[in-house]
């Protein structure tokens, strides 16, 4: 079975520039997160999607994040503009959604590692 | 609010030796525990989890994880800790806010270990 699967690797840009990251979930997880990871931090969740609805996206910096799963499979977010803070590894993680059920386990990706300078 | 703490960044140990890994959580209701393992420039890898019954939970690799609702614990352990074991471990606690199959998952900062030959 196929994992997360995420791109680019590695970006690097400039302040005030835009940047955008795309994930590809498991196959079948309705479920997908994308997380942001601090060097030094455990990963912070931005945002939720159910199929291809916003679950909670509570932790979101709405002013220049933004993420979208329009087809309720593969996902992109968006920063715009970018902040020297913003740098970090953004995760993307996908679980299968068993209903009711409390046995959800996240599976990550391997990350984007973004630095701005 | 709920949290999840990791008292130690670092853990060294030597080959061999019996591994622990410490976290302690703080949430209301009954927690969903997990830990996670990342290994350089990967994402996170699932180990284990806990959500009902057994207070000892083995996982992937060997690990185990003891549940202590007492002491709002739930401590990482491996009998014979091996140098590929080296990486940064992650306790997770579920967010009890949603029920069910969904919920966020709030990490804590990681610990290192490194395990000598």
């Known amino acids: 079975e196929a994992g997360v699967a995420q791109s680019p690797r590695y970006k690097i840009i400039e302040k005030r520039q835009s940047v955008a990251f795309w994930c590809n979930p498991i196959?079948?997880?309705?479920?997908l997160y994308w997380y942001q990871q601090i060097l030094g931090q455990g990963p912070k969740l931005l945002i939720q999607f159910q199929n291809n609805g916003v679950v909670d996206d509570s932790q979101l910096p709405k002013d220049r994040f933004s993420a979208e799963r329009l087809k309720g499979v593969d996902s992109t977010l968006k920063i715009q503009p970018a902040k020297l803070e913003d740098s970090a590894v953004y995760l993307c993680?996908?679980?299968?959604?068993?209903?009711?059920?409390?046995?959800?386990?996240?599976?990550f990706g391997p990350g984007t590692r973004l630095l701005v300078l | 609010a709920q949290s999840v703490a990791q008292p130690e960044d670092q853990v060294n140990v030597a080959e061999g030796n019996p591994l622990t890994v410490k976290c302690t959580y703080s949430?209301?209701?009954?927690?969903?525990l997990f830990w996670y393992v990342q290994y350089p420039n990967r994402g996170l890898q699932f180990l284990l989890k806990y959500i009902t019954g057994d207070n000892l939970v083995k996982g992937s690799y060997g690990f185990e994880a003891e549940f202590n609702k007492s002491q709002t614990s739930f401590h990482l352990k491996k009998p014979s800790a091996l140098v590929s074991d080296s990486a940064l471990y992650f306790c997770?606690?579920?967010?009890?806010?949603?029920?069910?199959?969904?919920?966020?998952?709030?990490f804590g900062k990681g610990t290192k270990l490194s395990v000598k030959p």
């Open positions: 993680a996908s679980s299968l959604l068993i209903g009711g059920g409390p046995q959800e386990t996240q599976y």
């Open positions: 997770a606690v579920r967010d009890p806010r949603y029920g069910g199959s969904q919920g966020n998952l709030i």
């Open positions: 196959s079948g997880h309705a479920t």
């Open positions: 949430v209301s209701g009954n927690p969903y």
